[in-house]
């Protein structure tokens, strides 16, 4: 399959195929979309990036029938994503169409200023996992790849200004916003990264994860590990209810059936227990923990359970090694490089003070007492 192919699900919902990053050939990964028709409104899941995936998504919104309403619904901020969502700009005013476009509001931060938020997740392996130069070059670099970049449109507003609802999918029960009369529904999700949210799609029983299975351990800087597990537990109790019959996510270039899809999340949660299990038996007993030599432990047990996410590299191996440490309670005295620590057990005591100041502190109070019971009598 190569970048802009089309893979229809059904009559009104088709997943645009992105492409793997390849930084060596200047290649940047772009993001699946996703399009879908409810009635007269379509929706479109994250717009990629690139002018050739532009031009993919411009031709599949022509596949799934005719519609007057158009909603871009972002997954999340990382640049692989938002690249072409002025598109929708572009589609609604050819077809004298009404346009609103969605994003989260935790993720506002790196949409305006992308390499500053990789600089500080590249950052926080300095000097423990060998790089091609310093962050802010590498971010620099990285960022480059991604044009045109265009992550803001003329209707763009956050989720967070919609009423927050309760979402049930059978028996998962989740918070996010509904469309279309509940034939959409955004659910926030936040284990990717900090704003992440996956989209349900009723009349097509469609899970899509957007980079929620990237891994069973996040990288990013604002990764969280237990809402990234929670998000995948959900998803697989969502397909063994039957309540999901396809899933997709932002980087797996196929449509997962129900039975891959369940054998796929229940991959994704045993690695996630085992490579957390490995990860707490090689800091077994230790105060202090070498992290170059805690990432080469960590890159091995990787390599012996066969995991693998969307980027396997050894930079955002040796991010999932640094987050899952960070995971176990253990932290760098300084810069990621330092020694790592467990926090103490027992607080540390506070010195007393010396005899002679206690003595000048007591004395002190007297006078203050001794004048504010002079001024009530």
């Not at 699900?9 to 990964?29: E, F, K, S, W």
């Not at 537990?233 to 019959?245: D, I, K, L, P, R």
């Not at 994704?268 to 070498?290: E, F, T």
């Not at 309670?329 to 005899?355: F, N, T, Y």
Request: net charge neutral; proline share 6%; hydrophobic share 40%.
């Amino acid at each position: 399959m190569a970048l802009g192919d089309i893979t229809r699900i059904d009559d009104r919902t088709v997943l645009v195929l992105g492409q793997v990053l390849d930084i060596a050939r200047n290649q940047p990964d772009v993001a699946n979309a996703l399009v879908h028709r409810v009635d007269d409104t379509l929706f479109l899941v994250d717009t990629g990036v690139t002018t050739a995936f532009r031009d993919a998504v411009r031709n599949a919104v022509d596949q799934v029938g005719p519609w007057k309403r158009l909603v871009l619904l972002t997954s999340h901020g990382h640049v692989d994503h938002i690249g072409n969502n002025d598109l929708v700009d572009e589609l609604g005013a050819q077809r004298g169409a009404s346009v609103q476009h969605f994003v989260p509001a935790k993720d506002l931060p790196q949409m305006h200023d992308p390499r500053t938020y990789w600089t500080n997740t590249f950052g926080r392996i300095a000097g423990v996992v060998p790089m091609p130069a310093q962050p802010s070059l590498v971010a620099r670099k990285v960022v480059s790849l991604f044009k045109p970049m265009t992550p803001f449109g003329r209707t763009t507003r956050t989720y967070e200004e919609l009423p927050v609802e309760q979402i049930a999918i059978g028996s998962v029960r989740m918070f996010g916003w509904s469309f279309a009369d509940g034939a959409v529904r955004v659910v926030r999700s936040q284990g990717h990264c900090a704003g992440h949210v996956i989209v349900y799609l009723r009349d097509s029983q469609l899970l899509h994860l957007g980079d929620e299975p990237n891994g069973p351990c996040g990288p990013m800087a604002d990764f969280d590990q237990a809402k990234l597990v929670n998000t995948l537990s959900a998803a697989y109790t969502m397909v063994t209810e039957q309540q999901v019959v396809h899933v997709t996510d932002g980087h797996t270039f196929t449509v997962a059936d129900a039975e891959q899809a369940e054998t796929r999340l229940h991959t994704l949660l045993d690695d996630a227990a085992a490579l957390q299990s490995r990860a707490a038996a090689i800091v077994a007993g230790q105060g202090q923990v070498n992290p170059v030599e805690f990432v080469r432990q960590y890159t091995g047990a990787v390599s012996d359970l066969g995991v693998a996410g969307a980027n396997p590299n050894p930079m955002f191996t040796g991010m999932m090694a640094l987050n899952t440490l960070r995971e176990l309670g253990i932290s760098a005295d300084s810069g990621p490089a330092s020694s790592w620590r467990r926090p103490p057990m027992v607080a540390p005591s506070r010195p007393s003070l010396p005899r002679r100041v206690v003595a000048v502190i007591g004395l002190g109070a007297g006078v203050i007492g001794w004048r504010i019971r002079g001024r009530n009598r």
